[in-house]
Structure formats: structure tokens, C-alpha cells
């Protein structure tokens, strides 16, 4: 158990329609990373958040967008899905000891647009 | 901009033999870190091994050991005397040392042990 949280682990939704991933770091981590993997795109990073900020952007696309909030969980929304958003998305922590770089992943979301 | 290059796409084994994981990578960065992940059937993303690009020393934990050359841009991964729970998708990841930490995921090596 890496202790990073996401929620829900699964979520079948439809073309057009808006969901929220949600994911909860490690304990005292400051860091809140995103990543997508889809079978034609492999693993591939969308944004970074540091203590509430927006740190750094990937391939993330515009109907897409992410916060980290003050208790330091994101969110990631996803809108005006597309059937080839349906992927496997990851949230993951770092920042907490000396070990810094290291992020470590949850569980992941597999979200399946039909 | 970082590139990994997996270019072993998958690998099969009989269990009690050693495997290596190929990665070659590419950064402009001076100072980095190299990272190895395992995914297993599960789906999850498991952190193996990290390692500086200012310390070439090469190391052993357990049945995990990597050779890591900073001239060649390597970073390769064995495992010893593999078992059938290391069946899995192992990825390569670079990291810059700036402040935008993302990895950069290589393709993926699926390994399969075989009883």
C-alpha cells in the first residue's frame, strides 16, 4: 500500500458527460502528480501541483483541468468526454522525506467512456 | 525534453533464471534521477528502484541489482533468480532534478515467469 487514495476506482460514463477523479497523497506529502495511460498513448504525464499550485503541465488537454486543495487532495475533471478518454488514471505523491523525487502511486481510476 | 526507449517489448522466463531490463534514455538535464516501476496484473504502479545520475555505483537489494552508465545513457534492471510474481510491466522513468518533477514513462517491458 503506497498510501496515496483515488476514488472511485472504476467509473462508466457516457460521451459528452463531466467526471471528477479524486485523490488523497500520502500523509505530509506537499506534491499531487496526474497521469493517463491508454493503450495507444502508453503512461504519460498531465499536471503537477505543489501546496495548492499549479507547478508544471503535460499532455493534458483543455476539456481537462485539476486543483489541489488546502487539505492538499485534487481533483481532476474530466469534461465533454470522448470515447478515447476511457484510460487508466493515476495520482501520485511525493515531498514527504528526504526521498523527495520518489512519487509514489495510487491505486488508480479506470474510467471507461461508452 | 526526456525520452526513454524500452526496446525489449516483452521477455519470457522460466522461474529461478535471471532477467535483464533494458532502458536507454535521453536528457538534456545534468542532474537527474532514474527510476524503475513494476506493474503488475493488478494495475497498480509499484516504485522499485532509484538511483542519481551523480552517482554511478552500482548496487544489489535483494534480488534486484541495476547497472547504471552515465556515458551510454543506461539504466538497466536484473532481476535474480526470478519468480512467477515478477510477471509484470516494467517501466523506465527519468526525472528531471528542476522543479517540474514529471516522469517520463518509457513503453514498458512485460516480463512473464514461467513455473
Known amino acids: 500500500d503506497s498510501g496515496v487514495t483515488q476514488t472511485p476506482k472504476h467509473l462508466i460514463t457516457a460521451t459528452g458527460q463531466r467526471v471528477t477523479l479524486r485523490c488523497s497523497p500520502r500523509?505530509?506529502?506537499?506534491?499531487v502528480y496526474w497521469y493517463q495511460q491508454s493503450l495507444d498513448q502508453g503512461l504519460q504525464f498531465l499536471i503537477q501541483?505543489?501546496?495548492?499550485?499549479?507547478?508544471a503541465k503535460g499532455n493534458i488537454l483543455e476539456r481537462f483541468s485539476a486543483q489541489q486543495f488546502p487539505d492538499l487532495h485534487s481533483e481532476l475533471n474530466l469534461s465533454s468526454l470522448e470515447l478515447g478518454d476511457s484510460a487508466l488514471y493515476f495520482c501520485a505523491s511525493s515531498g514527504r522525506d528526504s526521498s523527495r523525487e520518489t512519487q509514489y502511486f495510487g491505486p488508480g481510476t479506470r474510467l471507461l467512456v461508452l | 525534453a526526456q525520452k526513454v526507449t524500452q526496446a525489449q517489448t516483452e521477455i519470457s522466463v522460466v522461474e529461478k533464471e535471471d532477467v535483464t531490463l533494458d532502458c536507454v534514455y535521453e536528457?538534456?538535464?545534468?542532474?537527474?534521477?532514474l527510476f524503475w516501476y513494476k506493474q503488475p496484473p493488478s494495475g497498480e504502479l509499484v516504485f522499485l528502484i532509484r538511483?542519481?545520475?551523480?552517482?554511478?555505483q552500482n548496487e544489489i537489494s535483494g534480488r534486484y541489482s541495476w547497472n547504471f552508465q552515465k556515458s551510454t545513457s543506461s539504466f538497466n534492471f536484473t532481476i535474480t533468480a526470478s519468480q512467477v510474481v515478477d510477471s509484470a510491466v516494467y517501466f523506465c522513468a527519468p526525472v528531471s532534478s528542476g522543479s517540474a518533477r514529471q516522469l517520463t514513462f518509457g513503453s514498458g517491458t512485460q516480463l512473464t515467469v514461467l513455473p
Open positions: 501541483y505543489y501546496n495548492g499550485e499549479e507547478r
Open positions: 538511483r542519481n545520475s551523480f552517482d554511478e
Open positions: 536528457t538534456r538535464d545534468t542532474t537527474y534521477y
Open positions: 500523509s505530509g506529502d506537499l506534491s
